[in-house]
């Protein structure tokens, strides 16, 4: 049994260890510096990707107005529960795709955050954006990036739901690493923040919403395909993202900054542009006609 709802047996120091990753909300924490793994863990989602080691901008959402992922997501399966039984086959049988382009695909998706998200999205945009030319842009997606952190960081205290790889030498996407297994895993942060960005890019350029929320939804199933989460912490992660979307989509402040955001964004597509990698096109184009992983 690798998932259990309470830690009781841990020493007092490897619990506050355990704590203190979850309050930063990283969804694939990152390794020592000493040693960095030759395919990098995400960052926080409260990190600033463009000024590294500094605070991100201020979040849109009052803590009040934060959804309350813990009241609305499910509790994780039980064990043995048919819902833990999909888990443990998705993850079993997804093993396979090592070395294949899924898997290539999935850990190039382990990177995240606003620059992340306009490469990673690139190929259905159809253009790769440069994101000094596209300021507003970030900014949105980067504060939207902290309201998500905090709407995942409650369940992923409340249930402290191992990974999938733990207790096991099944092939992952990312390095191991002892921070990566001891932080919690439901809901996928990755999966949240990939479903809600998919849903801002979506309202952004709405022409290209269909292949758009494609993406993001194989964004979400790579972390499955990479091995860190359960299809349910993924299935999770795409719930709380629209439930903080719609939240946001009620803020003054973010409407604002996203009618900023789609008129500065519609000017870099239509002016000439760096051409996606068409080989990493092709096989995202083919990770997309594969079915959905689903219970």
């Known amino acids: 049994m690798l998932r259990t709802p309470s830690l009781p047996l841990l020493a007092p120091a490897a619990l506050a ?11 694939s924490p990152r390794p020592a510096p000493s040693a960095p793994p030759a395919t990098p863990a995400a960052p926080s989602l409260g990190a600033d990707t463009l000024k590294p080691g500094k605070p991100a901008v201020k979040p849109y959402l009052a803590d009040a107005a934060v959804p309350d992922a813990v009241q609305f997501l499910p509790s994780p399966p039980a064990h043995d529960a048919p819902l833990d039984k999909a888990d443990r086959a998705a993850f079993n049988s997804t093993r396979a795709l090592k070395g294949s382009p899924r898997w290539e695909l999935a850990a190039n998706d382990v990177s995240e955050g606003a620059a992340a998200v306009l490469e990673n999205f690139a190929c259905v945009l159809g253009t790769r954006i440069d994101q000094a030319r596209v300021p507003a842009v970030i900014n949105l997606l980067e504060r939207a990036r902290l309201d998500l952190a905090r709407a995942t960081r409650g369940p992923k205290v409340h249930y402290r739901r191992l990974r999938p790889f733990v207790g096991n030498e099944a092939p992952i996407c990312v390095q191991r690493s002892q921070a990566l297994a001891d932080s919690f895993s439901y809901p996928s942060g990755h999966a949240t923040q990939g479903w809600a960005y998919a849903l801002i890019l979506a309202s952004l350029v709405p022409e290209k919403a269909t292949p758009i929320l494609a993406r993001g939804r194989a964004y979400g199933e790579s972390r499955i395909v990479c091995g860190v989460h359960w299809l349910s912490d993924v299935a999770a ?18 409407r604002a900054d996203l009618d900023k ?6 000017g870099a597509l239509a002016s000439p542009g760096t051409v996606p990698d068409q080989a990493a096109c092709t096989r995202e184009a083919t990770a997309l006609r594969e079915p959905p992983l689903e219970f």
């Open 17 to 27: 260890l355990l704590l203190a990753f979850a309050a930063r909300a990283e969804d």
């Open 237 to 254: 992660g795409r719930l709380t993202g629209t439930a903080v979307f719609a939240t946001l989509m009620g803020d003054a402040a973010f």
């Open 261 to 266: 955001a789609r008129a500065e964004l519609r």
